[in-house]
């Protein structure tokens, strides 16, 4: 989609780990850390296809794991997700998130407008066409 609207839309993400996910936050942390290294969305796509295996544990072992196995400088990533380097990041996603009612994930504003839990590409693709037309 950001290839079909190419220059015409903004694509932002932002973080909303929820408190019931034990993981959550740390996976949170770990894919801002391989953003330092242009793997943010390699990363993300490695964590939800890996979900089962780390979701259940407090360990950031898997996290560190996924990015050596990935190719990532281990000692700066380590050195990230053991310091929380972008705790500070991951707090103000959650308390705009908040603030703008969003309680789960996902979530999608296009142009101010609150999509609640996952779209379809077609609903996306309408919302976004109306918001082009006015």
């Known amino acids: 989609?950001?290839?079909?609207?190419?220059?015409?839309?903004l694509f932002v993400y932002k973080h909303f780990p929820l408190n019931f996910?034990?993981?959550?936050?740390?996976?949170?942390?770990?894919?801002?850390?391989?953003?330092?290294?242009?793997?943010?969305?390699?990363?993300g796509?490695?964590?939800?296809?890996?979900?089962?295996?780390?979701?259940n544990t407090k360990d950031t072992q898997k996290?560190?794991?996924?990015?050596?196995?990935?190719?990532?400088?281990?000692?700066?990533?380590?050195k990230?997700?053991?310091?929380k380097k972008y705790?500070?990041?991951?707090?103000?996603?959650?308390?705009?998130?908040a603030s703008f009612g969003v309680s789960g994930t996902p979530a999608t504003f296009v142009n101010g407008q609150f999509k609640n839990g996952a779209i379809s590409y077609d609903e996306l693709k309408k919302t976004i066409e109306e918001e082009l037309a006015k």
């Open 1 to 9: 989609m950001l290839g079909e609207y190419s220059g015409k839309v």
């Open 21 to 43: 996910h034990l993981q959550a936050e740390n996976a949170a942390l770990a894919s801002e850390c391989a953003n330092e290294q242009g793997k943010f969305v390699a990363y």
């Open 45 to 55: 796509d490695k964590l939800f296809e890996t979900q089962s295996e780390w979701q």
């Open 63 to 78: 996290f560190k794991t996924y990015a050596l196995q990935m190719g990532l400088i281990s000692s700066q990533f380590n």
């Open 80 to 83: 990230c997700l053991d310091d």
């Open 87 to 97: 705790q500070s990041k991951i707090e103000r996603g959650k308390s705009e998130g």
